[in-house]
Structure formats: structure tokens, C-alpha cells
């Protein structure tokens, strides 16, 4: 990977997980991670109780960064104190949901940063055993964490009775190859134990409870997993103020597309909007366009249209809860929020589609991603991702039939919730909510008659002559 | 097929990382052979298969299965251009385009699941392949020539880019 082009923080940033991203004369090596302050919070972590770790963590109000936004202290709260099974954790570092683009720089910046946060988690759930699940497309990466865990080992952060406290932990890196499924936890757990990635059905039985090796096991973000080592400086009493209730923390937010200046932030959760976000740190649109849309949380969230209305409930002046009227730019960035105006913060990939684009053929885009990812295993998805790409492909090349967007609607409406996994959801929710927005761009394209399904020849009274 | 010694040490360092279970050495298993033999081969399944006691057809769908592994070989360089969203509209498919048309390789749009191995180019340097997000969403388009990644790349970039690899 060429040197990353350094780019000074915007003023409004707050880096706690990035705060050594584009640093002039950072290096991934040890040295410098050290000579800043590394592995410090392991050293406090390892002098405290096990539960004590998992309780600061709790008391952070740490949501999940990969996309659902599950809380992480709940999740760590499914394992036993007293579990007799193996408890293995795996960092889900398989980053392909389109439009994030946050744990590469984590990666191949600051790895170090990584296993610090994962070494405290897997010391605070008494794991012995874990893994660095990370893309394919990351070779580079795979490698710097590969040296990292060398470097770490030799040090004795890692590695038999690590720092001298007794406790034993192996990680071990391990390269996915190019299925973007393989992100979903259980589908990951499927392909560690090296076989097709195909999600498992839950519930009952969460990979906390049966994971890898029918072993309770902790698949947490690269973000995640990097918070879990600030909570430990901080407290969690004192990382819940930042960002605001049930949202806190800081939250890496990337936007690409049609924006001046694309690129990433740390920001306090919910601390700015999506106008701010867009005008302020990214330079707004460019030259003579206007914004048209935005998908807010990675291409699986539901895209918000520049000139909608949404209802929020949000405190007054008197710190009564009302509900208030807003447009796009004065949406928070925040999980709840923007759950509320019926999308999802997501992964934190911001895309952004100013007047020039074409919207049939953005969800083609995407259809065509959804299609070529479906792992196969559910027929609704499998099938429906494949036609509704089929749809739009032929909309955009002018075969449009009346109908196509009504159609379109009932594929997407009869893979979501019928599937194994969210997958179902993350392909029929673009669809969904790009047909219902922008009705008028589909309908225009929708114009070719449909011909009968059964030619007239070849009806029973053409072909019996009427003596059926 | 002849594995040599360098490749075996890798090999069983590779099985060292799941003392649990074997199996899960598989996919580390295929790249290894991948990066060494250029594609996976029938006798490679049937290796790797014995090695990790499984039969053949374990690895077989893991090698239909997964995006990145092929059954014939690339061209001496493979390249991957990221088609999803954000870099198509900083002009991916105009890059494919340019990329194709400069080594000489036919451009159909997407090499949906090459697992046959995508189309070389006459000289035997250059293969080209569509490829899903590859995560480097604000600085598009992105491609990588082997393991070498490049960002915002200008149709203007290519034959400096390529130079570096014939």
C-alpha cells in the first residue's frame, strides 16, 4: 500500500480510536507504538478482576461498531463467569460492507492499537484461543498483523503466561477470500472452521452461546474491540459522556461519493449532523450540483431523499420530550436517530448522490453487489438478489415493462425476514426504499407493455378449436 | 505436482494456528497453494484434502465457493478493480475500460465468478479482474496489481502503473 496521503483531523474530530491515524512519523512498528503510550491500559487491565473489565465495559454504553449496534457489554454479558467450555473471541476484521472504509486505516496504521483492545478483551473473558478474521483483499494488512503479533509475542504481551500474570493467549491471523458474506458473524465462524460460509440459524443459539467449535465465542468489530482498550484508560462511567445517552462513545464515519472532499472523521456519536457533516468537513457538493441522496450506515442502510421529512422525537429547551419535524441536514449522527427516520447508522459509511446521478442505475449498483454476494444458502435471497438485479439491468438498457417497479417491490418485500440471516434485509432494503423514494424516476423507465404470459395460439380453445 | 520443502514448513506452520481442528487450515491451506502454483489444481484439492484428512469435496466447494480462488491460472500480474458503488462514481467501469484496453484484454463487465480463471492478456503479464468493495470507498477508483494497492487513479495513471509490472 502506497504512504496514505496525511490529512489534518477537522477541528470538530474528536480522535480517540484514530488519534494516531495520519500522524507524521507514526509507524505500525512496536517502537512507536510504546513510545506512546502502548500497551499501557493492558497492564491495568491485567491487575484488575476479570469482571471488574467487563463491568467498565458495560457501564460504557459501547454499541457494536460493525452495523447492528448490539451492545457490547450485553453480548460479553452471554458468557458464564464459570464456563467449563473453551471461550474463543474472534475480530471480525472482514470490512467489505460498501461505503466503510474505517478498519483499514486501523489495520495498517495503528495494528498494534487492535491487539492491545483485543488482548485486554480476551484476558477480561478468560480466552485463550483468538483470531483476527480479516478480508482477503487485505493482504497488506494480514501481513502487519502478522509482524505486530510477532513483535507483541516477543515483548510478552502475548503468548504463555503474558506479562507474568499466568494467563496463556494465542491470536492468530486468519485471510478470508473475497465473500462479503463472511462478515456476518456466524457465516465467519463457518468459514474459520473452514468450510462454506453459510450463516447459521439463530435463535436459539447465539454464537455466545455455540460458536466456533460449539464454543461460546465473541465476535466483536475492529472499532469495537480498539474502544474496549480507551474504556479501560477511561472508565466506562467516564467514556458514557461522551457522544450522548444510549449512543456513546466516538464513531468513525466515512463518506465517499459526490462530496468535495471525501474521507474520514471520529466524532462524538450524534454530536454533529448530516448538513455538517456533509458542508463542514467534506467541503459540500460540488461545483454547481445539489444533493439528491444519501445512504447513511453502508449501501445495506436505507436511503434518506435530500428533500424528505422525517419525525423525531427530540428534548425541548424544558428537556421535555416532543416530537419535532426535520429535514436531512438537521439529522444526528447517531444510531437512534437515524433508526428513527427509518434507516440505520450502520457501519458509519456515509455514501452521497448529488442531481447528476442516476438512481436506477445506483440500485443496478448495488443489486449487482448483492447479487454476486448472496452466499446461496436461502432460496428468497438467492433467487430474488438475482432477479432484481436482472430487473434493473434491463430497466437501464431501455426494457423496462410496466410493472417492473411493482415487481421489483414484491421480490424485495419476499426476501426480507424470510431469510437465515440480515443478508435477506441488506439486499431487499435498497431496493425497498429506492423504488418507494424516487417512484417517478422508476415509473418513467417502466413503459414497455408486458407481453401475455401465454400467447393466444396457444391457448386450449386455439389449440382444440374451441372443443376442449 | 512437487511441493517443496520452503512450501511444506508453510504449510504445517498454517495447521500450527488451529490446534482445535484441522479443518479450519483449509482456506489458509488454498491460499498458500494459490500463491505458489498460480490456481488450484485437481491434485491440489486432492492433497490438501489428504493433509487435513477430508475428502476432496470439502475443499472443492470451498474453492467454488469463495471469490478468490481459481481453477486455471491468471496472468503473471492479476489485477482487481473494485466495481462497487462509491468507486463506480469516481469512474470504475472508465478505468476497467482503460485498464483492457492498454493490456490488450477483452472488457466484458463483470468476471462473475471466473472461478475458470479470468481471460490473460497475449503477453501472459496481465489479467483483469471485476472485484467487490474493496473498503477504500473515499478515494476511488481503487485497483490492486497483485498485492500492490492504488488509490484515486487517473485514466492517465494507467500506462505508469502498468509499466512498473511488464
Given at each position: 500500500?502506497?504512504?496514505?496521503?496525511t490529512?489534518?483531523?477537522?477541528?470538530?474530530?474528536?480522535?480517540?480510536?484514530?488519534?494516531?491515524?495520519?500522524?507524521d512519523?507514526?509507524?505500525?512498528?512496536?517502537?512507536?507504538?510504546?513510545?506512546?503510550?502502548?500497551?499501557?491500559?493492558?497492564?491495568?487491565?491485567?491487575?484488575?478482576?476479570?469482571?471488574?473489565?467487563?463491568?467498565?465495559?458495560?457501564?460504557?454504553?459501547?454499541?457494536?461498531?460493525?452495523?447492528?449496534?448490539f451492545?457490547?457489554?450485553?453480548?460479553?454479558?452471554?458468557?458464564?463467569?464459570?464456563?467449563?467450555?473453551?471461550?474463543?473471541?474472534?475480530?471480525?476484521?472482514?470490512?467489505?460492507?460498501?461505503?466503510t472504509?474505517?478498519?483499514?486505516?486501523?489495520?495498517?496504521?495503528?495494528?498494534?492499537?487492535?491487539?492491545?483492545?483485543?488482548?485486554?478483551?480476551?484476558?477480561?473473558?478468560?480466552?485463550?484461543?483468538?483470531?483476527?478474521?480479516?478480508?482477503?483483499?487485505?493482504?497488506?494488512?494480514?501481513?502487519?498483523?502478522?509482524?505486530?503479533?510477532?513483535?507483541?509475542?516477543?515483548?510478552n504481551?502475548?503468548?504463555?503466561?503474558?506479562?507474568g500474570?499466568?494467563?496463556?493467549?494465542?491470536?492468530?491471523?486468519?485471510?478470508g477470500?473475497?465473500?462479503?458474506?463472511?462478515?456476518?458473524?456466524?457465516?465467519?465462524?463457518?468459514?474459520?472452521?473452514?468450510?462454506?460460509?453459510?450463516?447459521r440459524?439463530k435463535?436459539?443459539?447465539?454464537?455466545?452461546?455455540?460458536?466456533?467449535?460449539?464454543?461460546?465465542?465473541?465476535?466483536?468489530?475492529?472499532?469495537?474491540?480498539?474502544?474496549?482498550?480507551?474504556?479501560?484508560?477511561?472508565?466506562?462511567?467516564?467514556?458514557?459522556?461522551?457522544?450522548?445517552?444510549?449512543?456513546?462513545?466516538?464513531?468513525?464515519?466515512?463518506?465517499?461519493?459526490?462530496?468535495?472532499?471525501?474521507?474520514?472523521?471520529?466524532?462524538?456519536?450524534?454530536?454533529?449532523?448530516?448538513?455538517?457533516?456533509?458542508?463542514d468537513?467534506?467541503?459540500?457538493?460540488?461545483?454547481?450540483?445539489?444533493?439528491?441522496?444519501?445512504?447513511?450506515?453502508g449501501s445495506?442502510?436505507?436511503?434518506?431523499?435530500?428533500?424528505?421529512?422525517?419525525?423525531?422525537?427530540?428534548?425541548?429547551?424544558?428537556?421535555?420530550?416532543?416530537?419535532?419535524?426535520?429535514?436531512?441536514?438537521?439529522?444526528?449522527?447517531?444510531?437512534?436517530?437515524?433508526?428513527?427516520?427509518?434507516?440505520?447508522?450502520?457501519?458509519?459509511?456515509?455514501?452521497?448522490m448529488?442531481?447528476?446521478?442516476?438512481?436506477?442505475?445506483?440500485?443496478?449498483?448495488?443489486?449487482?453487489?448483492?447479487?454476486?454476494e448472496?452466499?446461496?444458502?436461502?432460496?428468497?435471497?438467492?433467487?430474488?438478489?438475482?432477479?432484481?438485479?436482472?430487473?434493473?439491468?434491463?430497466?437501464?438498457?431501455?426494457?423496462?415493462?410496466?410493472?417492473?417497479?411493482?415487481?421489483?417491490?414484491?421480490?424485495?418485500?419476499?426476501?426480507?425476514?424470510?431469510t437465515?440471516?440480515?443478508?435477506g434485509?441488506?439486499?431487499?432494503?435498497?431496493?425497498?426504499?429506492?423504488?418507494?423514494?424516487?417512484?417517478?424516476?422508476?415509473?418513467?423507465?417502466?413503459?414497455?407493455?408486458?407481453?401475455?404470459?401465454?400467447?393466444?395460439?396457444?391457448?386450449?380453445?386455439?389449440?382444440?378449436?374451441?372443443?376442449? | 505436482?512437487?511441493?517443496?520443502?520452503t512450501?511444506?514448513?508453510?504449510?504445517?506452520?498454517?495447521?500450527?494456528?488451529?490446534?482445535?481442528?484441522?479443518?479450519?487450515?483449509?482456506?489458509?491451506?488454498?491460499?498458500?497453494?494459490?500463491?505458489?502454483?498460480?490456481?488450484?489444481?485437481?491434485?491440489?484439492?486432492?492433497?490438501?484434502?489428504?493433509?487435513?484428512e477430508?475428502?476432496?469435496?470439502?475443499?472443492?466447494e470451498?474453492?467454488?465457493?469463495?471469490?478468490m480462488?481459481?481453477?486455471?491460472?491468471?496472468g503473471?500480474?492479476h489485477?482487481?478493480?473494485?466495481?462497487?458503488?462509491?468507486?463506480?462514481?469516481?469512474?470504475?467501469?472508465e478505468?476497467?475500460?482503460?485498464?483492457?484496453q492498454?493490456?490488450?484484454l477483452?472488457?466484458?463487465?463483470?468476471?462473475?465468478?471466473?472461478?475458470?480463471?479470468?481471460?490473460?492478456?497475449p503477453?501472459?503479464?496481465?489479467?483483469?479482474?471485476?472485484?467487490?468493495c474493496?473498503?477504500?470507498?473515499?478515494?476511488?477508483?481503487?485497483?490492486m496489481?497483485d498485492?500492490?494497492?492504488?488509490?484515486?487513479?487517473?485514466?492517465?495513471?494507467?500506462?505508469?502503473?502498468?509499466?512498473?509490472?511488464?
Amino acid at each position: 500500500m502506497p504512504a496514505p496521503s496525511t490529512r489534518t483531523p477537522h477541528p470538530r474530530e474528536r480522535r480517540i480510536v484514530f488519534a494516531n491515524i495520519d500522524r507524521d512519523g507514526y509507524t505500525p512498528d512496536l517502537d512507536c507504538y510504546l513510545a506512546n503510550g502502548g500497551y499501557e491500559d493492558l497492564r491495568k487491565a491485567v491487575a484488575m478482576p476479570r469482571a471488574d473489565i467487563v463491568a467498565e465495559v458495560k457501564a460504557s454504553g459501547l454499541r457494536g461498531r460493525g452495523g447492528a449496534g448490539f451492545s457490547c457489554g450485553t453480548k460479553w454479558g452471554f458468557i458464564k463467569p464459570d464456563e467449563t467450555k473453551p471461550v474463543y473471541l474472534i475480530c471480525n476484521a472482514d470490512e467489505s460492507e460498501p461505503g466503510t472504509f474505517k478498519d483499514r486505516y486501523i489495520i495498517h496504521q495503528d495494528p498494534h492499537q487492535l491487539l492491545e483492545g483485543m488482548i485486554i478483551s480476551c484476558f477480561a473473558l478468560n480466552v485463550h484461543l483468538a483470531y483476527i478474521y480479516i478480508r482477503g483483499e487485505f493482504p497488506e494488512g494480514a501481513k502487519l498483523l502478522e509482524k505486530a503479533i510477532t513483535e507483541a509475542r516477543a515483548k510478552n504481551f502475548l503468548g504463555p503466561n503474558l506479562l507474568g500474570t499466568g494467563f496463556d493467549l494465542e491470536i492468530y491471523v486468519h485471510r478470508g477470500a473475497g465473500a462479503y458474506i463472511c462478515g456476518e458473524e456466524t457465516g465467519l465462524i463457518e468459514s474459520l472452521e473452514g468450510k462454506r460460509a453459510y450463516p447459521r440459524i439463530k435463535p436459539p443459539f447465539f454464537p455466545a452461546v455455540l460458536g466456533l467449535y460449539q464454543c461460546p465465542t465473541i465476535v466483536n468489530n475492529v472499532e469495537t474491540l480498539c474502544n474496549i482498550k480507551h474504556i479501560v484508560r477511561m472508565g466506562g462511567a467516564e467514556y458514557a459522556k461522551i457522544g450522548k445517552p444510549n449512543n456513546t462513545g466516538t464513531r468513525l464515519l466515512c463518506v465517499s461519493g459526490d462530496v468535495q472532499k471525501p474521507g474520514y472523521f471520529e466524532v462524538e456519536v450524534g454530536s454533529i449532523t448530516m448538513g455538517e457533516l456533509l458542508n463542514d468537513f467534506c467541503g459540500g457538493m460540488k461545483p454547481g450540483r445539489t444533493l439528491k441522496a444519501v445512504i447513511p450506515g453502508g449501501s445495506s442502510a436505507k436511503v434518506l431523499r435530500a428533500d424528505e421529512r422525517y419525525k423525531i422525537k427530540a428534548k425541548d429547551g424544558d428537556g421535555a420530550m416532543v416530537e419535532k419535524e426535520i429535514g436531512i441536514m438537521d439529522i444526528p449522527m447517531d444510531f437512534d436517530t437515524m433508526a428513527a427516520c427509518g434507516s440505520m447508522a450502520g457501519s458509519g459509511g456515509v455514501i452521497v448522490m448529488d442531481d447528476s446521478r442516476d438512481m436506477l442505475w445506483v440500485l443496478n449498483n448495488l443489486n449487482e453487489f448483492y447479487a454476486h454476494e448472496s452466499c446461496g444458502q436461502c432460496t428468497p435471497c438467492r433467487e430474488g438478489a438475482l432477479w432484481m438485479r436482472k430487473i434493473t439491468d434491463r430497466m437501464l438498457s431501455g426494457g423496462g415493462a410496466e410493472g417492473d417497479p411493482e415487481v421489483l417491490e414484491s421480490v424485495a418485500d419476499n426476501i426480507a425476514g424470510k431469510t437465515i440471516c440480515a443478508f435477506g434485509e441488506a439486499c431487499a432494503w435498497p431496493t425497498q426504499s429506492f423504488v418507494a423514494k424516487f417512484r417517478e424516476e422508476f415509473a418513467v423507465r417502466a413503459t414497455k407493455p408486458v407481453p401475455q404470459a401465454t400467447p393466444p395460439e396457444y391457448l386450449s380453445e386455439a389449440l382444440t378449436g374451441g372443443h376442449a | 505436482m512437487q511441493i517443496p520443502p520452503t512450501l511444506l514448513t508453510k504449510i504445517d506452520e498454517a495447521i500450527s494456528h488451529y490446534p482445535v481442528s484441522k479443518r479450519s487450515a483449509s482456506l489458509p491451506l488454498l491460499h498458500l497453494f494459490q500463491e505458489h502454483f498460480g490456481f488450484i489444481s485437481d491434485e491440489a484439492i486432492v492433497w490438501i484434502a489428504q493433509k487435513l484428512e477430508l475428502e476432496p469435496i470439502n475443499i472443492l466447494e470451498l474453492v467454488t465457493f469463495y471469490p478468490m480462488f481459481r481453477r486455471a491460472a491468471a496472468g503473471k500480474h492479476h489485477i482487481r478493480i473494485c466495481r462497487t458503488l462509491s468507486c463506480a462514481m469516481a469512474g470504475a467501469y472508465e478505468l476497467k475500460a482503460k485498464i483492457c484496453q492498454t493490456t490488450g484484454l477483452p472488457c466484458d463487465n463483470h468476471a462473475n465468478g471466473n472461478h475458470g480463471g479470468p481471460a490473460v492478456s497475449p503477453d501472459g503479464k496481465f489479467s483483469v479482474e471485476f472485484v467487490e468493495c474493496l473498503a477504500s470507498c473515499g478515494s476511488g477508483p481503487v485497483c490492486m496489481v497483485d498485492d500492490d494497492f492504488y488509490e484515486e487513479v487517473a485514466l492517465d495513471d494507467v500506462p505508469k502503473i502498468l509499466s512498473k509490472y511488464r
